[in-house]
């Protein structure tokens, strides 16, 4: 039952019977009326005066009086300006408990849309753990997947996992030195993590390689020639014109000659040169030992996705990608998209929507990145024919994908007008707080860890679970401890950058996870008090009264479906998180306000029956954002 729908058809109806003119009921602006004021449903009357040709009180005073005849479920209106406010009987709302009950999970699940879309989110590199960053992607992709498909989207769950290149290359040459094959069962280290550490020992073996060749003759000659030319007055632009010739040198070093040096002097960046050139040449000793380092990290990466509580449906993989695009290349050259300089390097001219010039074959012939993307989209239009494809990936690449949606659309990609980038924000942890074993980034599994041991220590200072096993209580606190991580992740606006407070999330008075974990956990200690048959219940359609805070509740579980809609409009997780903090706000302040149980017999099964769908709706806003709900806390 949707109160905002009728209203809108019943207005539409009545403008064509006072005014003789037809408007599309979609057009009606109706919403919930701000609590200072008498009303549950507010039209908004100002769009509808050029149809009256009336002042806007006198057309909120004759749409109050035609609804009121029309609508059985409105008892009463009253026109505040431009706006005409509702009152729906205690009936439609003891009508509307009934569907929302009868409906069951199946409420807030918007009609099916026949339409696919495709969302790539995570899309990590296989030399390093998972990371505080990961996170947030992999939880704003997973939430939105959900969202959409509750929203009556068909969903693919997909991520490209970058699995080769220099990087890569790094991890496995520092295993080859300094590993004395190890392996995660030797090393008793998860196998992401086990990786990760030989790509930290590479980069300390070579800032020791290069701290020492800074004293060669060689780099003294590059250093002087370099102070006595124009890049040191550039630099001394950045740093202040007072810089001396220390502080120059150690600008130089960090900051300007480090790639020069690991691609021209470094004889570990020729030695990872050297195996990437001889992993692209298929070299078999080199493509064993890729194959085997990798296999660590995927089998290190699905441990954390469990933990998640995340799968993909399709997973790709850079090493057989990385090659693509070279067709949409040659098609946009010949239907010119793209032109050829005259040094053979291909281009394409995007200043007419202020991208400037973009390259996208080298003069080698060689691919840059972007055009990896350019044949990765149609791969997957073919693959799956979606209509829709979302992009999760930070906002530091929000230049890149305007490019990319800018030659997919110039290429004639059917899909080019669903594409869509997620764009979020850097999330970052308060100063000093849970140093990952790398040393400057959190571990996801660290990140976890630490959560869940804050949440026990909390738990059993509250010594509320002292009767369950040590199974049942660690089961609850897992849950808890990722409802804190995902709801404090997911809650803000995507792009905001935001800082993660782990002691915050956890906090059961404060808007996070926990406090709307709470909530439920008292529906089901109502639930199970009323098993118990300890308590008189009379008949829910009988409790002919509603108390403001009851229909303040039944208007908040109303908004549910509307909330959906909006948070797959715009690939928003955020509007489903608010939403469920709001409603669990508004159960506490009904827990508190009424008796349940205790009432009189037929408002006792009505608030059963309330605590009930409240329960519902939670444990369904919850789940779209990745989060299970504990029985108890």
């Excluded at 202040?240 to 470094?266: C, I, M, R, W």
């Amino acid at each position: 039952m949707n109160f905002e729908l009728l209203i809108q058809q019943a207005v539409a109806r009545a403008v064509e019977e006072l005014y003789g003119q037809t408007i599309g009921p979609e057009t009606v602006q109706v919403n919930l009326t701000p609590a200072e004021y008498e009303g549950h449903f507010t039209v908004v009357v100002f769009p509808l005066v050029r149809l009256s040709k009336r002042k806007p009180e006198e057309t909120g005073e004759d749409l109050g009086r035609a609804l009121c005849s029309s609508m059985p479920q409105v008892v009463g209106f009253n026109t505040v300006k431009g706006f005409c406010n509702l009152v729906l009987s205690d009936e439609a709302w003891r009508n509307f408990l009934d569907s929302l009950l009868e409906q069951d999970d199946r409420y807030g699940k918007l009609p099916e849309k026949g339409s696919t879309v495709v969302v790539e989110f995570c899309s990590p590199n296989t030399n390093k753990p998972l990371h505080l960053g990961h996170v947030r992607n992999i939880l704003l992709g997973w939430a939105t997947c959900q969202i959409l498909e509750r929203a009556g989207y068909r969903v693919v769950k997909t991520q490209v996992i970058n699995d080769r290149g220099i990087h890569i290359c790094k991890s496995m040459l520092a295993w080859q030195r300094f590993g004395n094959g190890a392996t995660p069962q030797s090393a008793g280290k998860k196998g992401d993590h086990l990786v990760g550490d030989f790509y930290v020992r590479f980069e300390s073996a070579f800032r020791d390689e290069y701290a020492s060749w800074q004293t060669t003759p060689t780099a003294a000659a590059l250093l002087a020639d370099w102070l006595a030319g124009k890049g040191a007055e550039k630099a001394r632009k950045e740093l202040g014109p007072d810089a001396g010739e220390e502080s120059l040198s150690t600008y130089f070093f960090k900051e300007v000659f480090k790639n020069t040096y690991f691609n021209q002097h470094s004889e570990l960046g020729a030695a990872a040169t050297k195996m990437l050139e001889d992993w692209e040449a298929g070299d078999p000793e080199v493509r064993r030992l890729w194959q085997t380092m990798n296999g660590w990290v995927y089998d290190g990466f699905e441990q954390t996705f469990r933990t998640l509580g995340v799968h993909f449906d399709k997973v790709y993989y850079e090493s057989e990608t990385y090659l693509l695009g070279k067709d949409m290349v040659e098609k946009g050259l010949s239907s010119g998209v793209f032109f050829r300089k005259e040094d053979s390097s291909v281009w394409a001219d995007l200043r007419d929507v202020k991208l400037d010039e973009k390259l996208v074959v080298r003069s080698n012939g060689t691919s840059v990145y972007i055009t990896q993307d350019i044949g990765m989209a149609p791969m997957r239009y073919r693959d799956f024919g979606m209509d829709k494809m979302v992009y999760v990936v930070g906002d530091e690449q929000e230049y890149h994908f305007k490019v990319l949606f800018e030659l997919l659309k110039r290429l004639g990609e059917p899909y080019a007008a669903g594409l869509y980038h997620l764009s979020y924000g850097m999330v970052e942890l308060p100063e000093g707080k849970m140093k990952s074993r790398e040393g400057n980034v959190v571990d996801a599994d660290d990140l976890v860890g630490t959560l869940l041991e804050e949440v026990q220590l909390e738990s059993e200072g509250r010594d509320t679970l002292a009767e369950l096993g040590e199974a049942e209580k660690t089961a609850i606190w897992h849950k808890i401890a990722l409802g804190a991580l995902k709801f404090y992740l997911l809650k803000v606006q995507p792009k905001s950058k935001m800082i993660f407070d782990p002691k915050k999330s956890i906090d059961l008075q404060g808007q996070t996870g926990p406090y709307i974990q709470n909530a439920f956990v008292r529906t089901q200690a109502v639930r199970r008090r009323a098993a118990e048959g300890r308590f008189e219940l009379g008949d829910a359609h009988a409790h002919t009264v509603l108390e403001p805070t009851e229909i303040a509740l039944l208007r908040q579980l109303h908004e549910y479906p509307a909330t959906v809609r909006r948070a797959a409009e715009g690939y928003n997780p955020g509007e489903v998180a608010n939403y469920a903090y709001a409603l669990a706000q508004g159960y506490h302040h009904f827990w508190n306000e009424v008796s349940i149980l205790r009432a009189e017999p037929d408002a006792a099964a009505f608030r059963l029956s309330l605590s009930r769908a409240v329960a519902l709706v939670l444990e369904s806003s919850m789940r779209l954002l990745g989060i299970e709900m504990p029985e108890k806390m």
